[in-house]
Nanobody, 125 residues
Framework: HVQLVESGGGPVQAGESLKLSCEVSGYFYSRYCMAWFRQATGKEREAVAAIDVGGSTKYADSVKGRFTISQDNAKKTLYLQMNSLKSDDTAMYYC????????????????????WGPGTQVTVS
């Protein structure tokens, strides 16, 4: 298992950009599928994006073309660049990890991931 800590959240205006980071600690090597999820108040947690060890990425339809997931294995950090933010993007954003060489078809399912960070709040007004 690894420990995950998100940062970079905050209040922003609609149309602006924000970049989230997720630092990984513990016994970590690059054979992980990493993902971002988000949960708005009163709604279920939903998958946003995922990336595997080879750099292949997956995105939810709602963020395609606006969000970019990336990782720096040397720094053990996962990123989420969010552009053209909308009020609907307001949520707590969580970093998640599962030990796999690739992100499975179930990457949108919470239970696929065993390690989670505490989250960072993004508020778009």
């Amino acid at each position: 298992h690894v420990q995950l800590v998100e940062s970079g959240g905050g209040p922003v205006q609609a149309g602006e950009s924000l970049k989230l980071s997720c630092e990984v600690s513990g016994y970590f090597y690059s054979r992980y599928c990493m993902a971002w999820f988000r949960q708005a108040t009163g709604k279920e947690r939903e998958a946003v994006a995922a990336i595997d060890v080879g750099g292949s990425t997956k995105y939810a339809d709602s963020v395609k073309g606006r969000f970019t997931i990336s990782q720096d294995n040397a720094k053990k950090t996962l990123y989420l660049q969010m552009n053209s933010l909308k009020s609907d993007d307001t949520a707590m954003y969580y970093c998640a990890a599962v030990e796999k060489d690739f992100c499975p078809r179930t990457w949108t399912v919470e239970m696929t991931f065993g390690d989670w960070g505490p989250g960072t709040q993004v508020t778009v007004s």
